[in-house]
């Protein structure tokens, strides 16, 4: 059997000197043991595109995937949340699921609506109805009495001072689908099983600034309070875990990873609202336009033009002049998209948008904000490089994060509104433990794609041509490659949309958690 313990966001800045301290005494032994290193993430680092490598051992070009939304080519006001059926690759469970082997799968991200696999399944985030809709039907009602309904969020959101309840419900969260975990795998053992964590992520976007003496908005009176919590909910998941694999058949493998790090943030950069001063992006013309833009350019302003105008944000995508605008931008890290009319001279454009984004810099200091420009190639190749952005962004080593909508307000660089002091980094981490496993092994070079081709070679199934994801072959004790197969088909390109409710039902919760803004 293969266990798989997914931390989403965990890193080994935070992991390392926990374990050198004795607070993390399994996952310390796993390493010791068995074979870890950092496991390099997608581009950009979020969690959807980067899941979705994970499970085709694809780059986004590959799958189709570059946010939590999307939209048609051309129409950028016209923006949905992805699910599932957007991606167009076969996932590795259903290569398993095809050789007889049997899954189950609890609360990986961008699994709703659930696939047919050969097990069981409980999607995860951007499920509407927090894994209701599982496949089969009704997989984890029938423990719901003694176990508690199955959670996939949290049920107490962050906010500035309710830390100790939102802790509180983070450990609850942990506690419970753990605990359906090891029901599942007692009542219903599986070859391969994975249990998702996503509390690891929230709890890092929301809390790092209670224990980072160095952010800019650490408070040192909260964080005697709240400056363990990461740790301790590490800790809670170290015991879990002990637990799970007590429970493991004899010869069993566990592998144990992230789909990126973490790190601080700082600010948030409105591209957007920089394309509008750049010229790059036009608002279309009148006087209501005018004075919303006027008004969305003080925090004070702001608030009072939202009531005045009956407007979550004043200005969107549908105040944009398309046929005159060159350039915006749309998702977490800066990914920035051409239109028509910037098509028409790419270069000139693309000098432009450099321009500019040379231009930002740090407040207070006046220093140039780092700013790294990536073309779209550097996502990896693949039939649906052109479904995303024409650049990445890196913004001062990702310590500064875009607005993933139009803007939060009128300022360029801004605070984040719902209180993030944690962003993603580019790497996460692996670690692999049991028989054909090095013993006691660093693993240098390990990318998220190539866990899909050596999950299947760890559990005898062939590995199909044309992944972009190669076998780990560094962290076997026999590393000769075995059988290979065609592809299975991929996916038909998904026909329609979720529901309008329940796409507003994830938006609402994503903007609830931080991973969006409305």
């Given at each position: 059997?293969?266990?798989?313990l997914?931390?989403?966001g965990?890193?080994?800045?935070?992991?390392?000197?926990?374990?050198?301290?004795g607070?993390?005494p399994?996952?310390?032994?796993l390493?010791a043991?068995?074979t870890a290193?950092?496991l390099a993430s997608t581009?950009?680092?979020?969690t959807a595109?980067?899941?979705?490598?994970?499970m085709?051992?694809?780059?986004p070009?590959?799958?189709?995937l570059?946010?939590f939304?999307?939209?048609?080519?051309?129409?950028?006001?016209?923006?949905?949340?992805?699910h599932s059926?957007?991606?167009?690759?076969?996932?590795f469970w259903?290569y398993?699921?095809a050789?007889?082997r049997?899954?189950?799968?609890l609360?990986v991200p961008?699994?709703?609506?659930?696939?047919?696999v050969n097990?069981?399944l409980i999607p995860?985030?951007l499920s509407?109805?927090q894994?209701a809709?599982?496949?089969?039907a009704?997989?984890?009602?029938?423990?719901?009495s003694?176990?508690?309904p199955?959670?996939?969020?949290?049920?107490?959101l962050?906010?500035?001072?309710?830390?100790?309840a939102?802790?509180a419900d983070?450990?609850?969260l942990?506690r419970?689908?753990?605990?359906?975990a090891r029901r599942?795998l007692?009542?219903?053992?599986?070859?391969?099983?994975?249990l998702?964590?996503?509390?690891?992520?929230i709890a890092?976007?929301?809390?790092?600034?209670?224990?980072?003496?160095?952010?800019p908005w650490?408070?040192?009176a909260q964080a005697?309070?709240f400056?363990p919590?990461?740790?301790?909910?590490?800790?809670q998941?170290?015991r879990?875990?002990?637990?799970?694999?007590?429970?493991?058949?004899p010869g069993s493998?566990t592998l144990?990873?992230?789909?990126?790090?973490f790190?601080?943030?700082?600010q948030?950069a409105?591209?957007n609202?920089?394309?509008?001063?750049?010229g790059l992006l036009r608002?279309?013309?009148?006087?209501?336009t005018?004075?919303?833009?006027a008004?969305?350019r003080?925090?004070?302003?702001t608030?009072?033009?939202?009531?005045?105008?009956?407007r979550?944000?004043?200005?969107?995508?549908?105040?944009?002049?398309?046929?005159n605008?060159?350039?915006?931008?749309?998702?977490?890290m800066?990914?920035?998209?051409?239109?028509?009319?910037?098509?028409a001279?790419?270069?000139?454009?693309?000098a432009?948008?450099?321009?500019?984004?040379?231009s930002?810099?740090?407040?207070?200091?006046?220093?140039?904000?780092?700013?790294?420009i990536l073309?779209a190639?550097?996502a990896?190749?693949?039939?649906y490089?052109?479904?995303?952005?024409?650049?990445?962004?890196?913004?001062?080593?990702?310590?500064?994060?875009?607005?993933?909508?139009?803007?939060?307000?009128?300022r360029?660089?801004?605070?984040?509104?719902?209180?993030?002091?944690?962003?993603h980094?580019?790497?996460?981490i692996?670690i692999a433990?049991?028989?054909?496993?090095r013993?006691?092994?660093k693993?240098?070079?390990?990318?998220?794609?190539d866990l899909?081709?050596?999950?299947l070679?760890l559990?005898?199934?062939p590995?199909?041509?044309g992944l972009?994801g190669?076998l780990?072959?560094g962290?076997?004790?026999?590393?000769r490659?075995?059988?290979?197969q065609?592809?299975?088909?991929?996916?038909?390109d998904?026909?329609?949309?979720?529901p309008?409710?329940?796409?507003?039902?994830?938006a609402?919760?994503?903007?609830a958690?931080?991973?969006?803004e409305g």
């Open positions: 059997m293969l266990l798989l997914a931390l989403d965990a890193t080994f800045d935070l992991l390392t000197p926990w374990m050198a301290a607070y993390l399994t996952l310390a032994r390493v043991e068995g290193g950092e581009l950009p680092p979020v595109p980067a899941w979705a490598s994970f085709t051992g694809m780059h070009a590959g799958h189709g570059y946010d939304f999307h939209h048609p080519a051309g129409q950028p006001q016209n923006i949905q949340m992805v059926g957007h991606i167009r690759a076969p996932l259903d398993l699921s050789a007889g049997t899954v189950g799968i609360n961008v699994t709703h609506p659930p696939r047919p097990g069981y995860g985030l509407p109805d894994g809709t599982c496949y089969p009704g997989v984890w009602q029938p423990y719901a003694e176990l508690g199955y959670r996939l969020t949290p049920a107490a962050y906010r500035p001072g309710q830390e100790a939102f802790i983070l450990h609850a942990t419970t689908q753990f605990a359906y599942l007692h009542d219903r053992p599986v070859d391969f099983f994975m998702h964590i996503l509390a690891t992520d890092q976007h929301k809390l790092w600034r209670h224990m980072d003496p160095a952010h650490h408070d040192p005697a309070r400056g919590a990461i740790r301790e909910l590490f800790q998941i170290d879990a875990l002990a637990d799970l694999l007590a429970s493991l058949p493998t144990v990873m992230s789909d990126h790090g790190g601080p943030q700082q948030t409105n591209l609202i920089l394309f509008l001063a750049s608002l279309k013309p009148g006087r209501g005018t004075l919303r833009r008004a969305a003080h925090p004070l302003t608030r009072l033009g939202q009531r005045l105008w009956q979550e944000k004043l200005l969107d995508f549908a105040d944009v002049d398309w046929p605008s060159r350039a915006y931008a749309l998702g977490h800066g990914q920035v998209y051409l239109t028509p009319p910037g098509r001279n790419p270069q000139a454009t693309l432009a948008i450099t321009t500019a984004l040379h930002l810099r740090q407040p207070g200091t006046g220093q140039p904000l780092a700013v790294t073309p190639s550097a990896g190749p693949g039939p490089q052109s479904h995303g952005p024409d650049l990445h962004l890196i913004l001062d080593g990702y310590r500064t994060v875009a607005y993933p909508m139009f803007a939060a307000d009128g360029i660089l801004t605070a984040q509104r719902l209180g993030d002091s944690g962003h980094r580019a790497n996460g692996f433990h049991g028989p054909g496993i013993p006691g092994h693993l240098a070079g390990a990318r998220l794609v899909a081709p050596t999950i070679h559990l005898g199934v590995i199909p041509t972009d190669h780990l072959s962290a076997l004790l026999d590393p490659p075995g059988p290979t065609p592809p299975l088909p991929p996916p038909t998904p026909a329609t949309t979720l309008a409710s329940e796409q507003a039902e994830i609402a919760r994503l903007q958690l931080g991973y969006m």
